[in-house]
């Protein structure tokens, strides 16, 4: 069955950096479109970026264009999120997401268990 | 951006009963949409997709209309783990794809 393993939360101080990971099993990742999703305690699904299927397309949410960057081994079967200059606002547990094909622009149907990502100092 | 608005916020429904869920996007998005719903501690889970299409395995109350910018949930016999938050999401071509803001459906 599809499976979404993330790794890689931790609490960090302000304008430190972070990297997520995604680990997929389960299906053919190389085939899919793959996003990340956060959401702040308390608060509600904020859609963070997407990369697709062979990695050349990427886009992001304008909050975190120019910090956070989408990566992804298809090798590895592993999708990143790379995080600089953390803020604040940037507290969120994040998931990991899946589209159902290779479009970019599509609903997501699995969903990785999240983890939590604490900025404060 | 284009910015989906969900109402409302919270929703009163007893048991057995049915719950209609809105959710209105600032410009047409076709039939580009999503509902998922969260339980709470666990990830969101898609219900449907393309405006009305059930995904894998949601029970066949759970039902979606709607095209362009306006859209409606319908849970027709609320069971007592329906009792969460949804939101609706758009994929309309270019992203970011936003998320409503969720309707909380509580027991009333």
């Known amino acids: 069955q599809v499976q979404l393993v993330q790794s890689g939360g931790d609490m960090v101080q302000p304008g430190r950096s972070l990297r997520l990971s995604c680990v997929a099993s389960g299906f053919t990742f190389s085939r899919y479109a793959m996003h990340w999703v956060r959401q702040a305690p308390g608060k509600g699904l904020e859609w963070v970026a997407v990369?697709?299927?062979?990695?050349?397309?990427?886009y992001y949410e304008d909050s975190v264009k120019g910090r956070f960057i989408i990566s992804r081994d298809n090798s590895k079967n592993t999708m990143y999120l790379q995080m600089n200059s953390l803020k604040g606002e940037d507290t969120a547990v994040y998931y990991c997401a899946r589209g159902p094909g290779i479009a970019v622009a599509d609903a997501l149907d699995n969903w990785g268990q999240g983890t939590l990502v604490i900025v404060s100092s | 951006e284009i910015v989906m608005t969900q109402s409302p916020a919270t929703l009163s429904v007893s048991p057995g009963e049915r719950a209609t869920l809105s959710c209105r996007a600032s410009q047409s998005i076709d039939s580009n949409l999503a509902w998922y719903q969260q339980k709470p501690g666990q990830a969101p889970r898609l219900l449907i997709y393309a405006a009305s299409t059930r995904a894998t395995d949601i029970p066949a109350r759970f039902s979606g209309t709607g095209s362009g910018t306006d859209f409606t949930l319908t849970i027709s016999s609320l069971q007592s783990e329906d009792f969460v938050v949804y939101y609706c999401q758009h994929y309309n071509t270019l992203p970011p794809y936003t998320f409503g803001q969720g309707t909380k459906v509580e027991i009333k």
């Open positions: 990369i697709s299927y062979e990695g050349t397309i990427r």
